[in-house]
């Protein structure tokens, strides 16, 4: 591999694990700022697993929900419900800095997706609403079908983020 | 225009027309199988469809190794190692699927555990987990023009314990050779060739609309209302064989168009009303597509303008402003629904379908958790659903 190739894998890699942590964090604490995340999230059976891989052996990020909670689980090596693994590292990249809705990359085949799929619609219309929040109106009217009536300011959702509760 | 990124594979064989059956044993021949497992419905056995297949084949000196019947619309998990053991008992080498669609998603189950030597598909639940596995020659055909599960990279199948109908979406999930005989849709009936035929329609039309459409799925979608348009009234109507032959390879196009860039809204609520009231996918499909039309009109009405030329022809398109022609997709639509109605007495309306208005929110609860509406190029919510359900009603 180039070293130039190995930087920039290096660099989306780096990224891709801010932004996953930042997507864990948002949906730990929408759930207690957006009704909607909220009501989303109550449906999801207790000990729900959740995960997303950016590709085989890169970042990753996996959700449960326990006692009414999100929570991250670090390891690697559980079985969860639902599982996307995209296809590749430049795939999820692309999801992860707002140029591709989850929607597009679902229909552009850009990552397998395990388990029920009807179960991953509620994740699906959660991450939509986790995106307006963290991104601005300018990518989000691309990447999103519909303007989402956000109930909090995006700075306050990025506040709570930051200060983790 | 031409999308961002796609991805596209249709690498079922096809053989359409005059004595396709009689080259099914050429086939296996060259896939190298010698003793295929036979599997079709009672109905198919009782009306005598079955045996032309069979006599095709046997003509050929080439004799399948089990013959097995006994397949109910929904098939379960159980039922499928059932087959499958059959399958090994029995020494076959290859399946031959033969009816509509859950004849042959049965087929495409029983592969699978087969091809992934496993005994338990669950955990290849989802989209595009299942890898090549051992190959295991497949032949479909279909007796039905509407499902178009010969040429698709999906299978459901009921998970009876949960009561949930288990998705499976992979590319490897395609047969190898998918057979189009007249012979096979002769005795269908008028309801249901009007049914199916109405599922085609929509098949083509949400794959030419929906999130991933792409050149090569635009292709087959054209080519498909293009024959539809044509011919689904006349092969109700008169049953002719050359209508019957086309409609049968529209619904072949259609299904190849849609497993490659998927469909939408229509199909999230159409499973939805057939998991919650139990109405006939065709059926549901008929009702609903119109009002669905008019939902994503102001996002893809341009789209619906374009299928005009080839769902009514030139003239009718030339004659129609540009701004006009999503909306008059729709009217020749309700006009085939109107026409079909009279000749069939296939509904119109979900009320006449005997769905109670009850149910609906159950149904719209549902239908926002079908993978379809993901690739719907419109968001639609519970509200929207409902709404769209309780015009359609």
């Given at each position: 591999m180039r070293a130039r190739t190995k930087i920039i894998t290096f660099g989306k890699k780096e990224i891709s694990k801010i932004v996953l942590f930042f997507l864990y964090r948002a949906f730990k604490v929408s759930y207690y700022l957006d009704t909607n995340i909220e009501k989303e999230i109550k449906k999801w059976k207790e000990n729900m697993q959740i995960e997303i891989k950016t590709c085989e052996n890169g970042p990753f990020l996996i959700l449960k929900k326990s006692n009414n909670q999100i929570k991250r689980i670090k390891r690697n090596d559980t079985k969860s419900d639902i599982s996307i693994q995209f296809k590749s590292l430049d795939s999820a990249f692309l999801m992860l800095t707002g140029r591709l809705g989850v929607a597009k990359a679902y229909a552009e085949h850009r990552f397998i997706l395990k388990g029920d799929i009807s179960e991953a619609m509620s994740f699906v219309r959660c991450v939509d609403i986790i995106e307006s929040y963290l991104f601005p109106r300018v990518i989000t009217k691309r990447i999103l079908k519909a303007k989402y009536k956000k109930q909090k300011s995006s700075i306050l959702m990025y506040v709570h983020i930051l200060i983790n509760r | 225009m031409i999308p961002k990124y796609y991805e596209f594979q249709n690498s079922t064989k096809i053989l359409s027309g005059e004595f396709a059956l009689e080259n099914i044993p050429t086939e296996l021949k060259m896939l190298n199988a010698k003793r295929p497992l036979f599997l079709s419905d009672e109905t198919l056995k009782q009306i005598g469809t079955l045996q032309i297949v069979l006599d095709a084949i046997e003509k050929q000196d080439f004799k399948v190794g089990k013959i097995y019947?006994?397949?109910?619309p929904d098939s379960d998990l159980e039922l499928i190692k059932k087959i499958a053991k059959i399958y090994k008992e029995e020494n076959c080498d290859s399946i031959i699927a033969l009816g509509g669609g859950s004849v042959i998603d049965t087929a495409k189950g029983v592969r699978m555990v087969l091809s992934q030597e496993i005994e338990d598909i669950r955990n290849l639940m989802g989209a595009e987990i299942l890898t090549y596995g051992k190959h295991i020659p497949f032949v479909a055909i279909p007796t039905t023009a509407g499902t178009g599960s010969e040429v698709t990279a999906v299978a459901v199948i009921l998970e009876k314990l949960k009561q949930i109908k288990m998705e499976f979406i992979s590319y490897n999930l395609l047969p190898d050779v998918a057979v189009i005989d007249f012979r096979m849709t002769k005795t269908l009936p008028k309801k249901i060739a009007a049914s199916t035929g109405m599922d085609a329609l929509c098949h083509a039309i949400e794959a030419y609309t929906c999130l991933q459409k792409n050149p090569m799925s635009d292709a087959y979608a054209i080519s498909a209302i293009k024959l539809i348009g044509e011919n689904l009234i006349e092969s109700v109507e008169k049953g002719s064989k050359i209508a019957r032959i086309a409609m049968a390879n529209a619904s072949m196009m259609a299904g190849v168009s849609f497993s490659n860039s998927m469909v939408g809204l229509v199909h999230a609520i159409g499973h939805a009303l057939g998991g919650v009231c139990k109405v006939p996918h065709g059926n549901a499909m008929n009702i609903l597509v119109p009002f669905c039309m008019k939902y994503n009109m102001d996002k893809i009405g341009e789209k619906y303008g374009e299928i005009l030329l080839y769902l009514a022809g030139e003239e009718v398109y030339l004659n129609t402003p540009k701004d006009k022609r999503g909306e008059k997709t729709v009217k020749i639509i309700e006009e085939m629904k109107e026409k079909l109605n009279k000749l069939t007495g296939l509904p119109i309306t979900l009320k006449e379908a005997g769905v109670k208005k009850e149910d609906l929110p159950e149904v719209a609860k549902k239908a926002i958790n079908?993978?379809?509406?993901?690739?719907?190029p419109k968001e639609a919510g519970y509200e929207d659903v409902l709404e769209i359900l309780q015009e359609a009603y």
């Open positions: - | 019947t006994q397949i109910p079908d993978g379809a509406i993901i690739v719907n």
